[in-house]
């Protein structure tokens, strides 16, 4: 049999050398993995009068880690582990995982609970599939990473969101007509409007001052007394068991909640210093000078952070709700065949209906595909880091436009502002105990509640 002439083979060896190469441009490894999640199922934050005490409901009281809520993040935990085996240790390993939380009952738990999940524990001291983690908080009036959107954080974001009131999107979202099943079930006419439907409702709760701004304050405990089938029985208050109730009631605080985030500068002070901090973590694992073992971040924080989150990246998700319980936003850092980072980011919302759903991907705003190249996403997220929040947080001077800065705001050193932020964490509350302090005392209620 002839031997074949090496010219005739030169193609082929080309083709496969083509292949290779291309097989190697698009070879990706994952890097680092970020992780910021809602907490799990927790019981109501605030009193409804209407409804009576609502410790008699909750026996562990208000804003507490149900052990629904347990097991959320527990099976949460156990789908982290099976998509990160093999780039995380089956066992915990304190360099390759930092956990962070806001200094919430919920959100600490929750961070705990979903680490069961997350390792194996053969050498436990306690003979328990378990062992003790670091999860890592500091005060909430310290937290302008997790919580920087909390009233009295930011007087510039306060100032925008209390502006909302007054947009055209407002006003045209309170006369709007309500579901005419919704306006009957209040004991209005069937062609109500969505701000009569609300003042109604301020009226058959007994929250005071109930109004747009604080549609949360109704919504948040019908949402969990029905997620637990506790919802008063009482006939004079059907309308709290309404489904068309219910649902025009989660539709408007949905809107109001987006609207918080609705413009650039919102986006910038709210979302704005995660999406700093994500990219600065992921700037420093992508240097060789810079680079660390640690592998996973874990952020342990509320649905507004989410949101606050999405926002800031203006990601294709979606914004028909708040992120339920136990959503996850993955930002992933890979390094290409070609040396160069890039950066996937997912959202997990359906953890609690299928906690082994593996998400969606998103395209953040900006970038060309959902592996977005991590020059590419640092450009297309530039207008929503800010530089310096402290000073962007400043007030505007009346009329003037212009930010009024207060020197001595601006000359203080951070040791300063963490004294003054720990008085006020042991001296003061923040504005929302007071608000809920103000709600149970209406409805004669005089305990604490954390």
């Known amino acids: 049999m002839a031997s074949r002439s090496p010219l005739l083979l030169l193609p082929l060896l080309a083709a496969a050398l083509l292949c290779l190469?291309?097989?190697?441009?698009?070879?990706?490894?994952?890097?680092?993995?970020?992780?910021?999640?809602?907490?799990?199922?927790?019981?109501?934050?605030?009193?409804?009068?209407?409804?009576?005490?609502?410790?008699?409901?909750?026996?562990?009281?208000?804003?507490?880690?149900?052990?629904?809520?347990?097991?959320?993040?527990?099976?949460?935990?156990?789908?982290?582990?099976?998509?990160?085996?093999?780039?995380?240790?089956?066992?915990?390993?304190?360099?390759?995982?930092?956990?962070?939380?806001?200094?919430?009952?919920?959100?600490?738990?929750?961070?705990?609970?979903?680490?069961?999940?997350?390792?194996?524990?053969?050498?436990?001291?306690?003979?328990?599939?378990?062992?003790?983690?670091?999860?890592?908080?500091?005060?909430?009036?310290?937290?302008?990473?997790?919580?920087?959107?909390?009233?009295?954080?930011?007087?510039?974001?306060?100032?925008?969101?209390?502006?909302?009131?007054?947009?055209?999107?407002?006003?045209?979202?309170?006369?709007?007509?309500?579901?005419?099943?919704?306006?009957?079930?209040?004991?209005?006419?069937?062609?109500?409007?969505?701000?009569?439907?609300?003042?109604?409702?301020?009226?058959?709760?007994?929250?005071?001052?109930?109004?747009?701004?604080?549609?949360?304050?109704?919504?948040?405990?019908?949402i969990c007394r029905r997620d637990h089938d506790l919802l008063p029985t009482a006939p004079s208050l059907a309308w709290a068991r309404s489904d068309a109730v219910y649902y025009q009631l989660l539709g408007l605080e949905n809107f109001t909640m987006y609207e918080s985030f609705t413009g650039i500068e919102e986006r910038r002070l709210s979302g704005g210093p995660l999406v700093k901090q994500l990219i600065e973590n992921m700037q420093q694992q992508s240097s060789p000078t810079t680079a660390t073992a640690q592998k996973v971040q874990l952020y342990s924080a509320h649905d507004t952070t989410v949101a606050a989150l999405l926002e800031a990246l203006n990601t294709d998700h979606f914004r028909a709700g708040s992120p339920p319980y136990a959503t996850a936003v993955q930002v992933e850092l890979y390094k290409m065949g070609d040396g160069t980072f890039s950066v996937l980011v997912i959202l997990k919302n359906e953890s609690v209906t299928d906690p082994f759903n593996v998400g969606y991907n998103l395209t953040v705003s900006g970038c060309s595909s959902v592996m977005c190249s991590l020059d590419e996403f640092i450009q297309a997220t530039a207008g929503v880091v800010p530089g310096n929040w402290v000073a962007e947080c400043q007030v505007s001077s009346s009329g003037s436009g212009q930010k009024k800065l207060v020197p001595l705001w601006i000359g203080v050193s951070l040791v300063t502002v963490a004294i003054v932020g720990l008085v006020l964490w042991f001296k003061g509350r923040s504005a929302r105990e007071r608000r809920a302090k103000l709600i149970n005392d209406a409805a004669g209620f005089d305990e604490d509640y954390e």
Not at 99 to 119: I, K, N, P
Not at 138 to 166: S, W
């Open 21 to 222: 190469a291309s097989t190697t441009a698009h070879a990706q490894t994952l890097v680092f993995a970020q992780i910021v999640f809602r907490h799990g199922d927790r019981s109501a934050l605030l009193t409804v009068p209407a409804f009576g005490p609502e410790q008699n409901v909750w026996p562990d009281g208000l804003g507490q880690l149900t052990p629904l809520g347990m097991t959320q993040q527990w099976n949460v935990g156990k789908y982290f582990a099976q998509r990160y085996k093999g780039f995380i240790n089956d066992t915990y390993h304190p360099m390759q995982m930092n956990v962070r939380s806001t200094d919430v009952d919920r959100t600490l738990m929750s961070a705990e609970s979903q680490l069961v999940g997350w390792f194996q524990y053969p050498n436990s001291p306690f003979n328990l599939s378990w062992q003790p983690i670091p999860v890592h908080t500091i005060p909430q009036p310290l937290d302008t990473l997790l919580l920087p959107f909390n009233p009295g954080m930011c007087a510039r974001y306060d100032e925008l969101v209390k502006g909302h009131a007054a947009l055209p999107a407002r006003a045209a979202k309170e006369a709007e007509l309500a579901d005419p099943k919704a306006c009957t079930d209040v004991g209005l006419p069937a062609s109500c409007t969505n701000l009569q439907f609300v003042q109604a409702l301020g009226v058959l709760s007994g929250i005071p001052g109930y109004s747009f701004d604080t549609l949360w304050e109704l919504s948040d405990t019908l």
